[in-house]
């Protein structure tokens, strides 16, 4: 099987088409009906009260941080091991960050070490990386002993679960992005979610200029909204979520296969799912010899397949964040992933083909 395969691809069909054409003609544009709809859809979906749409997931952050009251003199824990944007909005809020290493294992914040850095901390902000949760029953715990707000970054989990919990919904509140390369899209877009209704009010407030009840402005707020065109994008793609998962997990599942000798070997490492989790692989991180990675990702972009290296910095070392911490599984994870891709487009014949380029290169 030849072609190339990019890195991402979104599925847009003849369904969000229409839906858009609808909106350009329903001359409502701007934040109207579909928002609304897709905001109680979304809710529904993910089992929580309030769901409330915005711009971006990064919006999505920031607004969860302030209607949890999170500000200046605050400590926010925070893992290094993510998109900039899991930390960005935590300085936006003028909070001090305090960096926790992760697991090697699932990638994800480390609820270890979340407990020994809790101490004088005011909410913790762990990201459900790649599509599979953190340890959110340990981090629930900790935070219920020590007071901490619990802040999802749920920007790559739409649909990832806990023992039938979605994540979004274990936390205090949860952030989705909407963006092009996530699991679901918009373009660009976000939601939070929360069964917590004066937060969900905030959220309301601030994404709206910060107006209030009675039309006043009170508090500084924001112009965060999503327009009904994305809405209605939004709709049709959450109808589509759970078979757009399920292919990403077969394809994720045909990778495994492929590549479990070299796994046993250890040669590579492929990514785990944790009994009773269900990982939705926004992206299928593969650990490969980090004096070979780049020239794994260069033969195998020549045969036309979008391999890319992940995150290759700590958040803690971009030079926003100030920080001279370190956290060695961070380090190490950043000198090792590759991403395979999985996405929906992609079949079994792609998966086995790529399955067979690394095999080749690193036998
Ligand atoms: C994409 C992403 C964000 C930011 O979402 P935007 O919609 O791009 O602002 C935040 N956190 C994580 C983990 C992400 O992957």
């Known amino acids: 099987m030849n072609g190339r395969i990019p890195a991402g691809k979104p599925i847009i069909g003849e369904d969000e088409e229409k839906a858009v054409l609808d909106v350009l003609r329903s001359g409502q544009l701007a934040s109207g009906p579909m928002v609304k709809k897709f905001e109680e859809e979304f809710a529904e979906y ?4 309030h769901a409330v749409a915005v711009s971006s997931g990064t919006a999505a952050i920031h607004l969860s941080l302030l209607s949890a009251g999170i500000g200046k003199g605050d400590k926010v824990i925070v893992t290094p091991y993510s998109f900039v944007a899991s930390v960005s909005p935590v ?25 020994a850095a809790a101490d004088g901390c005011d909410a913790v902000l762990p990201v459900h990386l790649y599509g599979h949760p953190a340890d959110m029953d340990e981090i629930v715990k900790i935070s219920e002993e020590e007071g901490l707000t619990v802040v999802e970054d749920a920007c790559q989990a739409h649909g990832a679960s806990m023992d039938g919990r979605k994540v979004g919904s274990i936390g205090d509140i949860g952030c989705f992005s909407f963006y092009a390369t996530k699991n679901m899209t918009t373009g660009e877009g976000g939601m939070v979610t929360t069964d917590d209704e004066e937060m969900a009010a905030k959220v309301r407030s601030l994404r709206a200029h910060g107006v209030g009840v009675r039309g006043e402005y009170d508090v500084l707020g924001y112009n965060y909204l999503m327009t009904d065109v994305e809405a209605a994008i939004g709709l049709v793609q959450l109808d589509k979520l759970d078979d757009m998962n399920e292919c990403r997990r077969t394809n994720a599942a045909i990778l495994n296969d492929e590549l479990s000798s070299l796994d046993d070997q250890g040669l590579v490492q492929i990514p785990i799912e944790v009994q009773g989790y269900k990982h939705v692989y926004n992206q299928y991180p593969l650990r490969v010899p980090p004096d070979k990675r780049t020239r794994i990702v260069g033969s195998m972009r020549k045969a036309g397949i979008g391999l890319r290296k992940g995150y290759q910095k700590p958040i803690y070392k971009q030079k926003f964040a100030g920080s001279d911490v370190r956290c060695q599984e961070a380090e190490k994870a950043c000198e090792e992933v590759v991403w395979v891709p999985v996405y929906p487009t992609l079949e079994p014949a792609h998966m086995r083909r790529m399955a067979w380029g690394l095999k080749k290169l690193l036998e």
């Open 46 to 49: 993910i089992g929580v009260e």
């Open 91 to 115: 300085l936006a809020v003028g909070a001090e960050t305090v960096f926790v290493d992760i697991d090697p294992e699932t990638y994800c914040i480390s609820s270890e070490n979340i407990r």
